[in-house]
């Protein structure tokens, strides 16, 4: 699945993999979030914390009739505001991917796999 858009000097192609990386590296960016979880592995309870080298596994990207679909499975930090954190992370995945390529993106869905207590 690829994003498509036309210019004046052709056709652009954006795949799904450069999408997940720009959502996956906008939302480690973000306070209170641990890193990016595995999308369907949760064993006995906990989720698989993904390195930086796979955040497009914790990224799912859907592209339908009414656009641009982007679902992020994290884990945040245990003391923070959940909901304060999932905001953020949907602002700024809109913004930077609205900045990097310049579409917008319909809806932003957060879904948090665990917390984490740091060390």
Do not use: P
């Not at 641990?34 to 993904?50: C, F, Y």
């Not at 592209?63 to 909901?83: A, C, E, F, M, R």
């Not at 999932?86 to 700024?92: E, G």
């Amino acid at each position: 699945m690829t994003v498509q858009m036309n210019t004046e000097h052709g056709s652009i192609h954006i795949s799904e993999d450069v999408i997940a990386r720009i959502a996956g590296s906008a939302a480690m960016e973000c306070y209170g979030l641990v890193g990016m979880a595995s999308r369907s592995q949760v064993k006995d309870g906990i989720a698989e914390l993904l390195g930086r080298d796979n955040l497009t596994r914790g990224v799912e990207v859907n592209l339908d009739n009414t656009g641009l679909l982007i679902s992020l499975y994290i884990i945040v930090s245990y003391g923070t505001k959940i909901l304060e954190v999932a905001h953020n992370i949907q602002k700024k995945v809109k913004y930077e991917f609205h900045e990097i390529t310049g579409l917008n993106v319909e809806k932003i869905n957060v879904i948090v796999q665990g917390v984490r207590v740091s060390s």
